[in-house]
């Protein structure tokens, strides 16, 4: 099993050399002992190099979060984004006069696993008062608060939230590249 998931890495880091790694050298290096300690039967050295690897490449795709964040709409002034590779989430807050948005993008497999279950039965999610939309060709919700919540190729749910109408934070989320978000 790890052997597969070591491959699948190997794949994953090839295919993703576009995307901005801290060290690729080190993430490499971390899948190759990771399989090195598997093949000779070092299991937990194996699983410990398996997890440095994910540390690493959760990271980078941190790092790289606060780009997809959407550029203020005019007349909104915005906030220094904050992001957290513990969280693999990133956010920023957008301002205009008393209205207040917030837009976050998480990677966070707890979040994603509650959004995923509401999305797949829309009778938990009228149940909980939220209703299902799409964005940009993706399912999401409208909670009863007005938070819109959207689930991006089952990996990342990007969170609007704030006073402020529907139609502006919609607006926000039109502004992100869900196609290159949903690639990273």
């Known amino acids: 099993l790890l052997t597969t998931i070591v491959a699948a890495a190997f794949i994953a880091?090839?295919?993703?050399?576009?995307?901005?790694?801290?060290?690729?050298?080190e993430t490499e290096a971390a899948i190759r002992a990771a399989l090195k300690a598997y093949?000779?039967?070092?299991?937990?050295?194996?699983?410990?190099?398996?997890?440095r690897a994910a540390g690493l490449i959760?990271?980078?795709?941190?790092?790289?979060?606060?780009d997809f964040l959407p550029k203020p709409?005019?007349?909104?002034?915005?906030?220094?984004?904050?992001?957290?590779?513990?969280?693999?989430?990133?956010?920023?807050?957008?301002?205009?006069?008393?209205?207040?948005?917030?837009?976050?993008?998480?990677?966070?497999?707890?979040?994603?696993?509650?959004m995923a279950f509401l999305i797949v039965d829309p009778a938990q999610a009228r149940e909980a008062g939220a209703k299902l939309i799409q964005v940009k060709g993706n399912a999401a919700l409208m909670t009863s608060d007005g938070?819109?919540?959207?689930?991006?190729?089952?990996r990342f749910l990007v969170i609007a939230e704030g006073e402020s109408s529907d139609g502006i934070k919609g607006a926000f989320l039109e502004q992100i590249d869900i196609q290159s978000l949903s690639k990273l």
């Open 73 to 114: 709409l005019d007349g909104w002034s915005i906030d220094e984004a904050e992001a957290s590779s513990s969280a693999l989430s990133a956010s920023r807050s957008y301002s205009k006069g008393a209205q207040r948005v917030r837009i976050s993008i998480t990677g966070d497999m707890r979040v994603l696993t509650a």
């Open 13 to 25: 880091l090839a295919a993703g050399t576009a995307v901005a790694q801290p060290k690729p050298d």
């Open 58 to 66: 959760d990271q980078s795709v941190t790092q790289r979060l606060p």
């Open 39 to 51: 093949r000779s039967g070092q299991r937990l050295e194996a699983k410990a190099e398996m997890e």
């Open 147 to 154: 938070q819109i919540q959207v689930l991006v190729a089952n």
